[in-house]
């Protein structure tokens, strides 16, 4: 069975850890600045740790697998962890919407009330845009993703 596992790029991940953590650690930072404890000589060491932490979180995130496409239909992944099969005859409601600043389809099956996050920027990568237009049927609402 032929199947593609929708995972970020590394520097896609970055971006996406970048946006979500820049106004905190600032503000951490500035704030111990600002309040004597934490000397000049020291912001050289943080930045440095913040950079690291940041490069291994992208490194964690780009390892998730968001969405799976099979010859038979999407599969996606719980809270848990577990597969959600839904094949390419299902009815599926997608929804383009920002959440935390950062650009996602929220994907609905019909008579479910479970949302599924997936990053915009995985329907922009070729892999993904061959195998949707090599499999997915002409009436689906995944072909309006990648045209």
């Not at 996606?76 to 094949?87: A, C, E, I, N, Y």
């Not at 920002?98 to 996602?104: Q, T, W």
Request: aromatic share 12%; charged share 20%.
């Amino acid at each position: 069975m032929e199947y593609l596992n929708l995972k970020l790029k590394y520097m896609d991940a970055l971006k996406l850890v970048i946006i979500n953590s820049w106004l905190p650690c600032g503000l951490g930072i500035g704030l111990a600045v600002y309040q004597g404890g934490l000397g000049l000589e020291d912001i050289d060491f943080i930045v440095t740790l913040l950079i690291g932490l940041m490069a291994a979180a992208s490194i964690v995130i780009g390892s998730i697998s968001y969405l799976s496409l099979t010859q038979d239909g999407l599969n996606f992944k719980d809270w848990r962890g577990r597969d959600v099969f839904l094949s390419w005859d299902e009815e599926l409601y997608v929804e383009p919407k920002k959440h935390g600043g950062i650009p996602f389809y929220y994907f609905q099956q019909k008579g479910n009330s479970k949302i599924y996050k997936i990053p915009r920027v995985l329907f922009s990568y070729t892999k993904t845009r061959d195998f949707i237009g090599s499999h997915a049927p002409a009436n689906h609402p995944m072909r309006g993703l990648i045209s």
